[in-house]
């Protein structure tokens, strides 16, 4: 007599997610693992006198979503109450976001920071009916003279500051930007309050870290959040000291002892895989050795299906809408871009390029590397390749992080050696008209080319980056299916549309193969992880346009219900 379930699921889809992509009925979950996967008679047999029985009247289950590049405790600390929310479509303009600055403002003690997240000059409704318009200081210094204001864009590569926080940063028309950083200035010389890549250093390190309650509930907001999405698993991608200035102090090494005291405590409800972060923007390699020695072992006492560093990030670049990813090709209206690494001229950086990743790669790393221009990923699996040619490893799973425009050459390279490619199809449809103007309509059309990498035999992984976008999946799966512009409907690049099974494996199966735990977790398969994530319809025959409004009905966790929205 089998022994009986502690929870079973019956009467709807379960997507298994295995090698044949099999559908069954129902499913059964026994101390925190899938005991059984088969038709209602074949899993009620599995029922006993303590069984849970859930009907999922129709709806379809398939693994617990792992987001595979998502900032978590950024997230949860860009999030209100923490931070203002001047994302659309909470504010459509300039004049909405001074509101939203001038109230909080009146809530502060004198000289209290004002942090917000999330403005995009596309729903800006200033800059969308006067060309060239962006945001500046001079919009915030009527509502915020007694407060330094720091905003962060949706990118996280560009941020927008009142007269006082430049004041407080030491920013002057005078002020040299770090490599890779940009100040912008008025016809005068004058800074306009807009800092991109490594310039925001130069703000985030005047600004007053976050304590460790702090950390905390943001940790614990976004894992809430995480719940309801029906996301169990997450990659943190970038913890450590190159991290102690980006997203308001929390990609910092204390952060990473914060997740440590979680799991310690049993109170870590999710998967986190961490990359740690050495390395500031623009930081030399010489640094890496004693850096990463500060951080080996930091997390050696968790339980490694709940927390595990895997491995190190590298920001290479910066990003196609500021005009800073390193392309082979002009974008529109001139410059290349360049890598964002330590030295003044190509040669130099693609020099600290090679020598980060020998270093990381030899010492036994895995290897997540920011990098969004074609020029700059070819680079990147370059280095790579040549890391790999001096001390082979048979089982390294580096990664290209975004790879916006990854060439045929570089996607070869990376399938010939069994490394990965992370890509943020869930902003496509929101950028892809911006992106015409940029790089122009061909490159455009390119941009994240889920099908080339999947049909090199690349296993494609997708995340959300939050809190540049929200962590919604299923806005990813249909806008890999689609590719179409949610402004304006048009289809950009329609030839890299996938099916179903490879979205959903990029966001489930993949993503466990990036983690190094294909063998217990990423499928609803008997004897692995009992993560599960219920969505209210049929996912495998809605039409495309339909799955991005489908709710989350419910999350398992190891095997124990986060989340009910039935």
Known sequence: MPQPADLVLVNGTVLTVDAAFRATQAIAVRDGLIAATGSDDEIRTLVGPGTEVIDLEGRTALPGINDSHLHAAAFGATRPPLALDVASPTVSSIADVREAVRRK?????????????????????????????????QDLDEVSRDHPVLLYEFSGHTAWLNSRALEAAGITGATQPPPGGIIETDADGVPTGLLREGALDLVNSAVPLMDDAAREAAI????????????TSFTEPGLGPGGTSLFLGVADTETLQMYARLEAAGELRARVSVLLLPLEMGGAARHL?????????????????????????????????????????????????????HGHTHTQRIEELDAIVRYAHTAGHQLGVHITGDHGIDAVVDAFEAAHNGTPRPDARHYVIHGDFASARSLATLSRHGWGINMNPGVKDAIADLMDGIVGPERSAYQWPVRSAS??????????????????????????????????????????????????????????WQDFAEDWKGTLEAGKAADICVVDGDLAHADPHDIAAMPVAMTVFDGEIVHDAR
């Open 220 to 231: 614990r907001s976004a894992v809430a959040v995480c719940h309801a999405e029906g996301i």
């Open 455 to 512: 049909e090199a035999g690349i296993p494609v992984t997708a995340s959300s980056d939050a809190p540049i976008t929200y962590p919604d999946w299923r806005r990813g799966v249909a806008s890999m299916m689609l590719r179409e512009s949610k402004a304006s409907g048009r289809r950009s690049g329609p030839e890299q549309c996938v099916g179903l099974e490879t979205a959903i494996r990029a966001y489930t199966s993949n993503a466990a």
């Open 289 to 341: 050795p004693e850096r990463m020695a500060r951080l080996e072992g930091l997390c050696a006492e968790a339980d490694p299906r709940r927390l595990r560093v895997l491995g190190v990030k590298l920001f290479a670049d910066g990003i196609p809408p500021s005009r800073t990813a390193w392309m082979h090709e002009e974008y529109v209206g001139g410059g290349y871009g360049s890598l964002c690494l």
């Open 105 to 137: 403002a009146a809530q502060l003690p004198f000289g209290d920071w004002i942090f917000g997240n999330g403005w995009d000059v596309g729903y800006l409704k200033e800059c969308l009916t006067e060309p060239g318009r962006t945001p500046r200081r």
